[in-house]
């Protein structure tokens, strides 16, 4: 066995200057996936989670230089879900096999916390065997805690990049790596199970700032990593960055998973949008995790933080059914559950 692989297995860690190497060569990916399927194996089997994914609202007060729906985008559709509507996604979700429910949204503050606790309240009650995640950007400690009292159990909020200066040049001045590293450490110290991660081929980026990631990530013990190429959108200051690369996205998802052994690791839709496949290799290569849409049709193209987005005009039955295919092509079977952390 190759040599790092053989220490990544042995200490679950390696020095800055191997995992630079690592990533720079397409040398070790064979091994490299084989030994993150295995390592999965051990701990999930061939089984895979869903989460339906409810993207509540496309407005945002923030202005992140990479985002469709960033506040200064005058072409993006803006649209916000009614509680009825949320409600409708949830109920329809839970009839095709969902026990988790992602709110994701921009940083709107129409949902504030009373609003937005009473939504979390009416879906535990309605659902008490359903999993609610959170993914609605950065908020105060206080209002983090009142959504874990409503039954909130998870909060997703990707770091994006942990250099300081990479991170300036992602993001307008008003927003700050620290500001969004207190988020996620107030959200893990308040008990929600807590999920970070990055884009990959994000504009400025290199392998000494991935090497820092992951190191953040190290610290921080995720119990969820998100990441997925970077892709342009044509009304960003980034339109004509070059995309994010499948190859280092799937790279980055085989060390993950040996570093993080028992991480709920998502296939993301910005994979399957690279690539036809992406998110078949994406499980290939080590995640356990997949997250279909459940938001209504007719908002779907809105919410769009990228070009040419997958299964924008699917209804959720047909992506249900469509990555049950896709799942059981490669070898992997969805389980109905709420798929909690090993
Ligand atoms: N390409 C890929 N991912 C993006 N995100 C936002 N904009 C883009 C883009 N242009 C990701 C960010 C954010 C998550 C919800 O979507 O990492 O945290
Ligand atoms: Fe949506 Fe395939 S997952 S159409």
Redesign the pocket.
Known sequence: MNVFIDKLRKEQNLTDEQIEQLLSTDEYDRELFASALEIREKYYGRQVFIRGLIEISSFCRND?Y????RRSNANASRYRLTAEQIMECCRNGYGLGFRTFVL?GGEDPWFNDERMCSIVKAIKDEYPDCAVTL?L?ERTRESYERLFLAGADRY???H?TADEEHYRRLHPEDMSLSSRQRCLRDLKEIGYATGS???VG?PGQTIETLVKDIRFLQELEPDMI?I??????KD?P?RDCA??SMEMTLRLIGLLRHLFPKALIPS?T?LGTIHPQGREMGMLAGANVVMPNLSPLDVREKYE???DKICTGDEAAECRKCLENRMAMTGFEIVVGRGDRA
């Open positions: 992140c990479y985002c469709g729906i994701q993914s950007g997703l909020l990707r994006e991660g990055f884009m994000s998100g997925g190429p970077y892709l342009r959108h960003t980034f995309n994010g993301t910005a933080l990228y070009d």
